[in-house]
C-alpha cells in the first residue's frame, strides 16, 4: 500500500508562490503513477498535474500550464508542485494521490485512476 501525505499549504496572495510536498510511504516503483488534484469549496475535485515517476514524463490541467511545475524525488518518494503567479481561483484543498501504474502509458489526470490518497492540504489566495 502507498500512503501520500501532503505538506506545504498555506496562505498566500494574488501572485505568489507556494511548494506542496507529497511524501509516499511505501515503495514507489518506477512508472507507478503520482498526481496532486484540488478541491475548491462548492465545487468537484480536479486534476491538477501527474507525473509518471522513474520516468518523469509530466501532464497539466489547462489551468496549470505555464504556471505550475511537478517534480519527483525518487530517492525520498516525494513529489512537488511548485505554484506560481497563483490566484483566488487557485484557492482550494489540494490532495496527492498515488497509483501503480501501466508500463507502457504515462500518467493520467483522472481521479479512477488513482488508488491511494492524502488528507490534503489547504491553499488560500488572497486577493
Known amino acids: 500500500q502507498l500512503h501520500p501525505v501532503e505538506s506545504g499549504g498555506g496562505s498566500v496572495q494574488d501572485g505568489g508562490s507556494l511548494r506542496l510536498s507529497c511524501t509516499v510511504s511505501?515503495?514507489?516503483?518506477?512508472?507507478?503513477?503520482i498526481a496532486w488534484f484540488r478541491q475548491a469549496p462548492g465545487k468537484e475535485r480536479e486534476a491538477v498535474a501527474c507525473?509518471?515517476?522513474?520516468?518523469?514524463?509530466?501532464s497539466y490541467a489547462d489551468s496549470a500550464k505555464g504556471r505550475f511545475t511537478i517534480s519527483e524525488d525518487n530517492g525520498r518518494n516525494t513529489a512537488t508542485l511548485q505554484m506560481t503567479r497563483l490566484n483566488t481561483e487557485d484557492t482550494a484543498v489540494y490532495y496527492c494521490?498515488?497509483?501503480?501504474?501501466?508500463?507502457?502509458?504515462?500518467?493520467?489526470?483522472?481521479?479512477?485512476?488513482?488508488?491511494?490518497w492524502g488528507q490534503g492540504t489547504q491553499v488560500t489566495v488572497s486577493s
Open positions: 494521490a498515488a497509483s501503480p501504474g501501466r508500463p507502457e502509458r504515462s500518467c493520467f489526470l483522472e481521479e479512477r485512476e488513482y488508488r491511494y
Open positions: 511505501g515503495t514507489i516503483y518506477n512508472r507507478d503513477y
Open positions: 507525473i509518471w515517476a522513474g520516468v518523469g514524463v509530466t
